[in-house]
């Protein structure tokens, strides 16, 4: 009889050693074992923009006020932009653009010259049409008064560049 008994208690045992190393017992295990977290996202890559130099902006004045059109296009250059047409807004525009401004280009422009551009002149609104040609159009607003101011715009402009790295999920 005690042979039966030492034998079941030998199979039990052997039974709990291997649920300890297998983890088959996971209930009972769960609150010893460590949280693990899952790894690190890596870091975003620096995103590639187009220089100032890249960019032919075509400028165009919508609000009653006169010159500033021109006005823009000087300080644009300035900012190293290359400066295209300098006129009156079209009549689909003229005195319609009720914010500081519009951005209007072709598809590609909306991730590469449009965030380049919007650092000189941020809350302006972005359009893309089926022009081909990589120029792009910034029509004045009746809200404009400035562009930001260099250092500003330098700074936006980094920003674009190197994002920050996505948050790591807590545990």
Excluded: H
Aim: net charge positive.
């Amino acid at each position: 009889m005690y042979k039966r008994q030492a034998l079941g208690l030998a199979g039990w045992g052997t039974l709990q050693i291997v649920d300890v190393f297998t983890g088959s017992d996971k209930q009972a295990n769960a609150a010893d074992r460590p949280k693990t977290c899952p790894s690190p996202t890596a870091t975003v890559p620096a995103k590639v923009l187009p220089k100032p130099a890249a960019i032919k902006v075509n400028i165009y004045n919508a609000t009653p006020r006169s010159g500033l059109a021109k006005a823009a296009a000087d300080e644009l250059e300035k900012r190293g932009f290359v400066i295209g047409e300098v006129d009156n807004a079209p009549a689909a525009y003229d005195k319609k653009v009720p914010g500081t401004g519009l951005l209007l280009g072709g598809p590609t422009a909306a991730d590469g010259s449009f965030p380049v551009l919007a650092t000189q002149l941020p809350g302006a609104e972005q359009k893309t049409d089926a022009r081909r040609t990589g120029d792009v159009d910034l029509i004045i607003g009746t809200k404009f008064k400035a562009f930001s101011t260099p250092a500003a715009a330098a700074s936006a402009l980094g920003a674009l560049a190197k994002p920050a790295p996505a948050p790591s999920p807590s545990c």
